[in-house]
Structure formats: structure tokens, C-alpha cells
């Protein structure tokens, strides 16, 4: 059967594919997602040509399986949202109801703006929801991101608009067929609501890597290097990851610790107060940044010549760098944030930490001294990352939505 699907992403997939993980990822399952159906697909994603009337840009073609691309500028956050000239907004919701009605499948990611607009759009579909498919990350409350803005009128404008969205939210959940969501929390939140549609637990889009190499983590005592890979953003702490490591050299004088943080520098005020907090702690010689390195050869060296992560922030979704150490067979020591716990389970596939350089510090004692704990880490999570790859995703969505 030729079957008609689009995708509505907040992500934008096709400016960044070369060296945006996050994105490319998605570009790459939706990729497989059409070659394993034999039908193309349309994705609805922001491109950040903020005044421009949406049009189709024919982008990528694999198999004779074209990805077809609208352009969505107001997709992407409250703030392109609120931004966007009523004009532009108004043709674009347009475009968007009457292309709709064209597809048999409607798939939507929705922890930001998409479900506030998805609930303005309903009753363009209501009568036949069960060609709608949510895929939910997690409490959309604790994704938004409210601008500090000294403009009285345009905080108001987006706090009424996270009011929305959070009102919304079981609302459209409730409606449509099919709930993809990230990790048991969810499952267990959404199941308690009664909702008909059939609902599953997945993982995050992951894919494994073309190298089987592992990492041969704590081999090279005294030499142990711990890696790092984030933005360098304040809820990431990397100020943490940088006390921790500070603490660690401090507590064990015969390692030579090393540390590496791979990441881009998105907020030069922050990255000034880390390297200010690094010269100060004297560990600039120690503690390397190397910015950002898109997911390919280089940064699987990076994994595999390591030999513990540190995951330092106060706040995340599901971070899919630890699936990524995940792979490599990289031991994990994690704060217990975000959709952390729906995953990683202390004392079986990481260890916990508090967000403190002590926290950090003890744990990673337990890792060197124990062998046998790093060999259980290891064995877990390398069981637990096989089992979530494209195949089994996409099959898991064909199941669901009764399409295999």
C-alpha cells in the first residue's frame, strides 16, 4: 500500500543535518522510516526563515524515497511563535490546514509550541483522529523556556501561552490514535488518565554505531580520563563537571586525571565564567574543550578513548549522549534529572549522583575500586542500548500504527 505520512518536528532537520546531532538523528530514522514503508514522506520543520510564506523544498532523496520539507518558521519555540508577523502566521496555519488532508498518517513530536498549535487545528481533523500519532518526551512544563524579557506585554503573551499548552496537552493526548512516549514515567502518567488509544513505551531516536570497537574503560591506570559531552549552557553545570574533576585530582593524587568536555560554546557569557573557574582551579592543562564535533568517526574516538562519563546537569529530557557511551561500553556516573530515571537504574547501568563535586567524587571511588561493578555497568548497558536501534523503533511504530 502507498501510504501518504508526514511528520511535524519543532527541530529544525534539514538547516543543521550536517553538524547538528539531534537533528541529523531524526533526519536519519525519518530516512528509514520511508525506505522501510516504500513511501515518501512530508516533514513539517522549522528552517528559520522567519517571514517567508511555507513552501516545498524537495531536500533529500534516498532509494527513490524523497523527504519533502515545509517550512514551518514559528515551529520551533514560543518565541518564533510570538515573533512571527500575524500575517505570516496566519498564511502558514492555512497552508497547514488545508495540506493535511492530504496525509493518512500524521506523526507529531510534542513537547513545545506544537501542541498549543495542534489544538487550533483539531477541529480540521477531529472527525478522523485516528490518523494522528503523538510522540510526548516528557511534562512540556519543564521544557519551557520563558525569555527574560523586560517587555511586560510579550511575557505575558508567552506564560498565557504555556498556560495553553499546559491545559492542552492531555486534551489532544486523549485524541489521538497512537502515544509514543519517552520511558516509564510517562507511560505511568498517561495510563492513569484512562486514555483509549493503545499507548507504548518507547526510547529516544538512537542509532547504533557502524563501529563495534568498544571502549576499554580504566585500563590505563594511573591515566583516567572522564568525558563530558554538552553544550556549554548553565543547565548543563558544567561548572559541576569542573568542581568534580577539581575534587577528584585533589582526593587522588597518584591518578593523572584528564578531562575532556565536548560541546558547542552556546553561551559566551557562561563559557567565560568556566574558563575563569578552570585558570583559577589551575586545570586548564587537564581539562580540555574541544567544541562541537558532529556524530560520526571522530567523536566515536573520543567515546572509546575514555573511560568514564559524567552526566552534570540540573535539568534534561533524555539526553541521547548516554545512549551513545551506551554503545561504546562507557561507564556512566548521572544526575538523577529530567527523563534520567525512566532509563538508568543506579547500581545496574550507572551510577547516581547528587548534583555535588562530593557526590561525584564518591561514586567515581566506588567505580575504580570495584572491577566487577564496572564489568556489571558495562554488561547492562551495552544489553539495555542493542535493543532500542532504527529497526526496532520503526518497527514499534508500524506495530502501533498498524501499518506492518
Not at 537533528?23 to 528559520?48: C, E, H, Q, R, Y
Not at 489532544?172 to 510517562?186: C, H, I, N, P, W
Not at 563535586?357 to 561514586?363: A, E, G, L, N, R
Not at 575504580?368 to 556489571?376: A, E, F, K, T, V
Amino acid at each position: 500500500m502507498n501510504y501518504k505520512i508526514c511528520f511535524f518536528l519543532d527541530e529544525p532537520i534539514f538547516k543543521y543535518q550536517a553538524n547538528y546531532y539531534s537533528s541529523s538523528t531524526w533526519l536519519l530514522f525519518i530516512l528509514n522510516f520511508s525506505k522501510t514503508i516504500s513511501s515518501p514522506v512530508t516533514v513539517f520543520s522549522p528552517v528559520k526563515k522567519i517571514n517567508e510564506i511555507p513552501s516545498k523544498l524537495q531536500i533529500y532523496r534516498q532509494n527513490d524515497c524523497p523527504l519533502e520539507f515545509v517550512d514551518l518558521p514559528f515551529y520551533e519555540s514560543f518565541r518564533s511563535f510570538v515573533k512571527l508577523p500575524f500575517k505570516c502566521l496566519f498564511k502558514q496555519l492555512v497552508f497547514v490546514y488545508k495540506s493535511i488532508n492530504n496525509f493518512s498518517h500524521i506523526i507529531v513530536r510534542a513537547p513545545n509550541v506544537n501542541i498549543f498549535f495542534f489544538n487550533l487545528l483539531w477541529f480540521r481533523f477531529r472527525r478522523d483522529s485516528s490518523k494522528v500519532h503523538m510522540v510526548m518526551s516528557g511534562n512540556i512544563l519543564t521544557q519551557a523556556n520563558i525569555s527574560k524579557s523586560s517587555n511586560k506585554i510579550n511575557l505575558f503573551i508567552e506564560k498565557f501561552i504555556i498556560f495553553l499548552i499546559s491545559n492542552s496537552e492531555g486534551f489532544l493526548a486523549s485524541r489521538s490514535r497512537t502515544l509514543f512516549l519517552y520511558g516509564d514515567e510517562l507511560l505511568r502518567r498517561f495510563s492513569s488518565l484512562h486514555f483509549p488509544q493503545k499507548v507504548i513505551t518507547r526510547t529516544p531516536l538512537f542509532f547504533s554505531s557502524p563501529s563495534a570497537t568498544l571502549a576499554k574503560p580504566f585500563r590505563n591506570i594511573p591515566t583516567i580520563k572522564i568525558l563530558r559531552v554538552s553544550s556549554i549552557i548553565p543547565s548543563k553545570d558544567i561548572l559541576l563537571f569542573i568542581k568534580s574533576v577539581h575534587l577528584i585530582k585533589k582526593s587522588f593524587p597518584n591518578l593523572n586525571i584528564k578531562a575532556t568536555i565536548v560541546g558547542p560554546h552556546k553561551d559566551k557569557k557562561y563559557l567565560n565564567v568556566i574558563l575563569s573557574e578552570m585558570q583559577k582551579l589551575n586545570l586548564n592543562e587537564y581539562i580540555s574543550l574541544r567544541g562541537q564535533i558532529p556524530f560520526g568517526p571522530e567523536l566515536f574516538k573520543i567515546y572509546k578513548s575514555h573511560d568514564v562519563q559524567f552526566m552534570t546537569s540540573s535539568s534534561e529530557g533524555i539526553p541521547r549522549v548516554l545512549l551513545e557511551g551506551d554503545n561504546f561500553g562507557l561507564p556512566l556516573i548521572t544526575t538523577k534529572v529530567g527523563g534520567i530515571p525512566s532509563f538508568y537504574i543506579h547500581d545496574k547501568n550507572c551510577l547516581i549522583s547528587e548534583c555535588t563535586p562530593k557526590s561525584f567524587c564518591y561514586q567515581f571511588e566506588r567505580m575504580i575500586n570495584s572491577p566487577q561493578l564496572i564489568s556489571n555497568l558495562i554488561a547492562n548497558q551495552l544489553r539495555y542500548c542493542r535493543n532500542y536501534n532504527f529497526s526496532s523503533i520503526i518497527c514499534q511504530y508500524l506495530s502501533a500504527m498498524k501499518l506492518s
